[in-house]
């Protein structure tokens, strides 16, 4: 609880992406440094979004102006090239509405789809607008989509989201976003149900280790057409899983803080966790030094190990995380939507009783994977419901917030996958996890 208490601290003093954010406790210092220097915060912010039309007016007023889906509100720039995938699209593809994304969630590509809609009131659930036949397929897997808003001041939305696709050629995708910025439940909504329906475009002609790159970066430029203005400087992080149940495949796919975890429910044991992408991690930062952004870090008398990215000299935005869709203002400066691909099918193969969690950083910043896998594992063992456990656990993060912070909670974001199958314990998995422990 004590190592919480720092961190949350010094999380919510700097919030991702947020511009003009009041910096508090330890993080104040990182904000300041940054900003020693500067002659003019808005005149390099023009700078770098490269005196485009985007970046008129104050970092306040980019972040604020708000884009309807599907209009593209001014010329904006073009982010980065990811090395990874071609930044193109179609031409029939360069504005994709709401509507249009509607019509393909009810088409014959898909058997069923949910996303989440934001909100505002603390600890409540996001609503989940269901089509098709939802979450309800495929029959022989078991689904619990759940999101809640945190506690973060007066009416501030819930700036997770989720969606969760089952294609018409036996893949699930599933999807799970932490908006940060004043516009960040806007671009995480918008991410979360446009890589499913990118990803419905180039499976199964590609394999998922290009189909995954692809989608982000696709994801990516929709964010830098159609809302222009509110991705300067909102963005978000995401963290995706592709299951395809008969052909045992498992991918995960991931950019920023939000994380996936494989785990076993008869081991009790985290097969897979990925990793976070902050800028103090080596790889990230010469990245990031390499391309003229100022990082600060900043190592706690606990151990704990802080890092921002701003623009050169301005003491904006101060990011928290290496790797994001959005955040325009800094894609110039080697923060990119890239997203780091793992084939995790053999781990998923060997597995008893295999199962994802993907979530946001609201639930991994206050219980870690190996508890999470061990909360559900045990309720299994005890004869209990294992969805349920989603809740469970999404609430006990909620109240070591509130321990910890007592006027602060940040949003919170569950989503469980796991084969019908393995739900129910039986004689041989209770021989199978004592042989584990054994080992241990």
């Known amino acids: 609880a004590g190592r919480h208490s720092a961190w949350a601290s010094r999380r919510r003093a700097c919030t991702s992406g947020a511009v003009g954010t009041v910096a508090r406790s330890g993080t104040r210092g990182l904000v300041a440094a940054a900003a020693a220097g500067a002659s003019s915060s808005l005149a390099a912010a023009r ?4 005196g485009s039309s985007a970046g008129a007016g104050t970092p306040r007023e980019a972040a604020t102006a708000t884009a309807t889906a599907g209009v593209v509100v001014r010329p904006g720039p073009v982010s980065g090239e990811s090395a990874a995938a071609p930044r ?78 089952v294609l ?24 979360a149900r446009m890589i499913p329906f990118f990803l419905s475009l180039h499976l199964p002609a590609l394999s998922l ?29 995401v963290a995706a899983c592709c299951i395809h149940g008969e052909r045992h495949e498992a991918w995960f796919a ?30 990230e930062h010469q990245r990031l030094e390499e391309a003229g952004a100022q990082v600060i870090t900043k190592r706690y008398e606990d151990g704990e190990l802080v ?91 909620q109240r070591l917030w509130i321990e910890a912070e007592g006027d602060y909670c940040d949003d919170v974001t569950v989503l469980l996958v796991v084969p019908s199958s393995g739900l129910v314990a039986n004689p041989e998995d209770v021989e199978i996890e004592d042989a584990t422990m054994e080992v241990m």
């Open 88 to 165: 193109r699209l179609p031409p029939n593809l360069r504005r994709v509405t709401s509507t249009d994304l509607d019509a393909w969630a009810r088409g014959p590509a898909v058997l069923g789809h949910a996303h989440s809609r934001p909100s505002c009131e603390p600890y409540a659930l996001s609503a989940v607008r269901e089509m098709g036949r939802g979450a309800e397929v495929p029959e022989d897997w078991s689904v619990r989509l759940l999101s809640a808003a945190g506690m973060k001041g007066r009416e501030s939305p819930n700036q997770d989201a989720f969606s969760y696709t």
């Open 168 to 191: 018409d050629n036996g893949w699930i995708v599933c999807v799970a976003c932490d908006g940060h910025g004043e516009q960040g439940e806007v671009i995480s909504e918008r991410v």
């Open 47 to 50: 700078q770098a979004l490269g």
């Open 254 to 283: 991931h950019a920023g803080d939000s994380r996936a975890v494989l785990g076993d429910l008869v081991s009790s044991t985290p097969l897979f966790v990925t990793e976070e992408h902050k800028a103090h991690d080596p790889g």
């Open 307 to 397: 890092s921002r990215i701003f623009i050169p000299k301005t003491g904006i935005p101060g990011l928290a995380m290496s790797r994001s869709l959005g955040d325009g203002c800094l894609k110039k400066y080697g923060v990119i939507a890239e997203p780091e691909v793992r084939n995790v099918s053999n781990l998923w193969e060997r597995s008893t009783a295999p199962f994802v969690v993907l979530a946001s950083d609201g639930l991994w910043d206050a219980i870690t994977a190996e508890h999470t896998v061990s909360e559900l594992a045990g309720r299994r063992r005890q004869g209990l419901d294992v969805l349920l456990g989603a809740e469970a656990l999404l609430r006990r993060s």
């Open 209 to 237: 280790d290009e189909a995954l790159p692809r989608a982000f970066a696709q994801a990516q430029t929709d964010l830098e057409r159609c809302f222009s203005s509110a991705q300067a400087y909102s963005g978000t992080t």
